[in-house]
T-cell receptor
Framework: GAVVSQHPSRVICKSGTSVKIECRSLDFQATTMFWYRQFPKQSLMLMATSNEGSKATYEQGVEKDKFLINHASLTLSTLTVTSAHPEDSSFYIC?????????????FGPGTRLLVL | LAKTTQPISMDSYEGQEVNITCSHNNIATNDYITWYQQFPSQGPRFIIQGYKTKVTNEVASLFIPADRKSSTLSLPRVSLSDTAVYYCLVVNDYKLSFGAGTTVTVRA
C-alpha cells in the first residue's frame, strides 16, 4: 500500500517550453501533496505544498508563476514548469501525505528527471 | 522545524550491522522521528518511524532514548543493495525538512 507514481519519469525539452509533471497517489487519498527539487549530490528541497481544492503554498524563493501547481482531486497533483530554462534542469519528486491516527507519513514518488536544453 | 545532525558518511561490509545515530536536540513533544532511504535517481523510501523507546519492522530497528534528543537507526546484516543515503527527519506539522543525510556504503 501507499504507492505514489509520477509521470513522466524523465523529460527533455527545449528552453522556453512548459513541462507538466503528474503525481498520483494510487491506493490512498491525499489531501496534501508536496513537491521537492533535488540537484545532483544535494538533498531534497521543498518547493511547495499542494492542497486539494485550494491554492498551493510555496516556500520562500520559489516562484509561484513559474512552478504552477494544481491539485484538482484527492489522488492527483500536477506541477507545471513554465518557460523552462536550463537552470530548471533537476530531479523533481512529489510526496503524498498519508494521515491517520497519531502518526503521519509521507510517501514519495519515483521522481521525474527534467533536462532543459 | 527541529534540526537534525547525522554523520555525512559511513562504510560497512556485507553481513555487518550498521547503526546511524541522529541528533535532534530541539525535538518537540508532538514530533515523530522518521527515517528514509534514497537510492540515486529515485524518490526517498520510508523505512521506519517512532516516537519513543524501540520500534522494529522487517527492514530496520529504531532506538529512541527517553529524552528523545537522539535516535539510532539499526540496519541488521546489510548487503550491497543497502548502499544508499539515509535521512533522519523530525516530523513537525507534516512539513519535512531534509538534511544532508548519511551516505552508507556497503562493500563486499
Amino acid at each position: 500500500g501507499a504507492v505514489v507514481s509520477q509521470h513522466p519519469s524523465r523529460v527533455i525539452c527545449k528552453s522556453g517550453t512548459s513541462v507538466k509533471i503528474e503525481c498520483r497517489s494510487l491506493d490512498f487519498q491525499a489531501t496534501t501533496m508536496f513537491w521537492y527539487r533535488q540537484f545532483p549530490k544535494q538533498s531534497l528541497m521543498l518547493m511547495a505544498t499542494s492542497n486539494e481544492g485550494s491554492k498551493a503554498t510555496y516556500e520562500q524563493g520559489v516562484e509561484k508563476d513559474k512552478f504552477l501547481i494544481n491539485h484538482a482531486s484527492l489522488t492527483l497533483s500536477t506541477l507545471t514548469v513554465t518557460s523552462a530554462h536550463p537552470e530548471d534542469s533537476s530531479f523533481y519528486i512529489c510526496s503524498a501525505r498519508l494521515a491517520g491516527g497519531l502518526q503521519e507519513t509521507q510517501y514519495f514518488g519515483p521522481g521525474t528527471r527534467l533536462l532543459v536544453l | 522545524l527541529a534540526k537534525t545532525t547525522q554523520p555525512i558518511s559511513m562504510d560497512s561490509y556485507e553481513g555487518q550491522e550498521v547503526n546511524i545515530t541522529c541528533s535532534h536536540n530541539n525535538i518537540a513533544t508532538n514530533d515523530y522521528i522518521t527515517w528514509y532511504q534514497q537510492f540515486p535517481s529515485q524518490g526517498p523510501r520510508f523505512i521506519i518511524q517512532g516516537y519513543k523507546t524501540k520500534v522494529t519492522n522487517e527492514v530496520a530497528s529504531l532506538f529512541i532514548p527517553a529524552d528523545r534528543k537522539s535516535s539510532t537507526l539499526s540496519l541488521p546484516r546489510v548487503s550491497l543493495s543497502d548502499t544508499a543515503v539515509y535521512y533522519c527527519l523530525v516530523v513537525n506539522d507534516y512539513k519535512l525538512s531534509f538534511g544532508a543525510g548519511t551516505t552508507v556504503t556497503v562493500r563486499a
